[in-house]
C-alpha cells in the first residue's frame, strides 16, 4: 500500500476521498448465523462483471450472422490462443449466476428480507432476474448451433402464443416471422446493447436501494434484538465485511475457473434451418421448469387451449412473483406465514419440475 | 532479534503475511493476465495465394490500360502497356499503403490519396513515396496471365 500512498494522497485532496468513502464507514452489517446468505447477491454481481469483461473479449473476435457466427465461435476455441478458455469462463459464469441470483432470491425470501421498507428493492431484483434469464436466452443463440437454433425457436414459438400481442411480439423477437439470420442479429444487440445497459442501471438502483436502507434482519433476531439492544452484533461493512465478500469473491473465481477448465463448454454441430429437431431437445437448466410444466399441460383444458393458459399462468405467476411483498402485512411483528409457505412451495416446485425434465424422456 | 524489542516479532510476523497475501494475490492476477493477453493476439493468417497467381486472361485488357488483381491477402496491379508488355507490381503505395492505379492519360502509376507518381517499372518517381513498389515476373501459360514472385538468384 505504501507504494500508493503518495497517489492516494494527491487525490485526497483533490477530491476529499475520506468524506467518499465515509458512508462506507459508518454503514455496518448485522452478524448472526444466516449472515452467510448475505454473500450471494455479491457473487452474483461479481460473476456479472466477470460476463462484461469476458463479453468484451469475445466480441474481439465474433462475428453476428447466420454464415459466419459458428465459424467465428469455432474459430475462438480452436485457433485464438486461450479462446477456449474465455468462451467457456463466459458459459459457466452465465449459468453460475443464474444460479447465485436464485439462491440469493430464496434467501431474501426465507429471511423476509423483502418486506417494508424493502419492496422495492425486491421489484428491482426480481425484474434483474428476468433480464438476467433473457441473457441467457439472447446469448444461447450466438453460437448458432442446432440445439440453440431450435430452442430459439420453441422460445420465440412460445411468445407467439400469447394472445392479441403474441404474434406482433413474435416477428419483433425473430426480425420476421422464422429464426433466420435476423433473428440472430437482433438477439446479438439484445444481447450486448440493450441488456447490459438495463441490467447496469438496475443494478445501480438495487444497490443504491441496499445501500439507503442496510441489511434485513430475519423478523424473530429483530424482534430479539429490539427486546435487548445489547444482544445486537454487528460488523463493520469496511473493511470487515468487504474483506469477507472479496474473499467470497475468490472462492467463486475458483470454483468457476475450475469448471471452465475442466468442462469446456461444447460448440455443438451448426445450425441447419431444414433439418429434424435431434431427440430429447431441451432448454438450458433455468427454463426447464417452465418447460415440464407446459408438457404436462393437456392441448385442451375445457375450451382454451393448454398452450395458452400455460403461459398465461406462467406470465401470470411471473408477474405475482414481482408483486409478493405488496402481500405481507406492513407491521413488522405479524409477518404472514403463507408466504413462506408458499416460497417453500416454489422452490420444491421450481427444483422437483427441474429434475422431473431433467430426468424425463 | 532480542527479546527486549518487543514489537519486533510483530511486525514481522504481520509483513510475512503481507507478503504472502499480496504475492499470492499478484501471482493470481498473474494468471488471470497472462490468457488475456495472448488472446488478444490475433493468430497469424494463412496466406493461401502462394508466389504465384493467374491475374487475368489474356484480352481481358486492352492496351494501354491497368487492373487490380488479388495476390494472396494483398492487391497487384497488371498494366498493359501501349508498348504491348504486360507489366505486374505490387499495388500498395509504399507511402501509407493506399492502393494505386494505373493513368492511361499519364502513362505512369498514381496513388490518389497523397499524388503520388510512379513509372511503369515501379519507380517512384514524384510525390511523397519513399521507394518503388515491388515488381513481379509475368508469363503467359494458355491464355492465362500467371503473375509470380520475382526469385531471388
New interface residues.
Partial sequence: MTVFAPLIRWLDERLDLDGLIAPFKHKTVPTHRLSYWYFFGGITLFLFIIQVLTGI?LL??YRPGANEAYESVQ?IVT?????W??RSIHAWAANLMIFTAFVHMFSVLFLKAYRKPRELTWVSGVILLYLVMGFGFSGYLLPWNTLAFFATKVGTEMAGQVPLIGRPMMIFLRGGPEVTGATLTRFFGFHVAVLPGLVTVLIAVHLFFVQRQGMSVPPKLEAQWTANPSARREMKFFPNFLLRELMAW?VA?GVLGALAAIFPWNLGVKADPFVSAPAGIKPEWYFLFMFQTLKLIPSKVWFVDGEVLGILGCSLAGLLWLLLPFFESDRPERTKTWITGLSIFALVYVVGMSVYGFLAQ | MCADQGPQPETSRRRAIEIFLGGGLLASLASFLYPVLRYFVPPAVIDLGGDEVVAAKVGDLTANSGKIFRFGSRPGLLILGSDGAYRALSATCTHLACTVQYRPDLREIWCACHNGIYDLNGRNVSGPPPRPLTVFDVHLRGDEIVVSRKREA
Fill in positions: 473479449l474481439l473476435y474459430y485457433r485464438v490462443q486461450f479462446g478458455l474465455i475468490y473465481m
